[in-house]
């Protein structure tokens, strides 16, 4: 064996389940959010998060809403 060990990071679940069944990403859950960004303020890829694409669009939809609602900023000035 190597001196390097292979990292494998866990999944982040960033969609939840509502009761009907309908998968959703909350945009006023802001900490959960924030792991999805850059320090910069950019939000990461689906390699990086480990989402799925329709799992990723939910989630950049929330992140989104969430910086026009004022809930998150739009650069790195304000965080």
Same mark, same amino acid.
């Given at each position: 064996m190597t001196q390097f060990a292979r990292f494998?990071?866990?999944?982040?679940?960033?969609?939840?389940?509502?009761?009907?069944?309908i998968e959703f990403v909350d945009w006023?859950?802001?900490?959960?959010?924030r792991r999805a960004m850059s320090p910069n303020g950019k939000i990461y890829g689906r390699? #990086? %998060?480990?989402?799925? *694409?329709?799992?990723? #669009? %939910?989630?950049?939809? *929330?992140?989104k809403r969430a910086r026009f609602m004022g809930l998150l900023p739009f650069t790195s000035a304000t965080l």
């Open positions: 494998t990071p866990t999944k982040q679940k960033f969609a939840k389940a509502s009761g009907k069944g006023k859950d802001v900490e959960t959010l390699k #990086r %998060l480990g989402t799925s *694409a329709a799992e990723q #669009r %939910l989630l950049c939809q *929330a992140v």
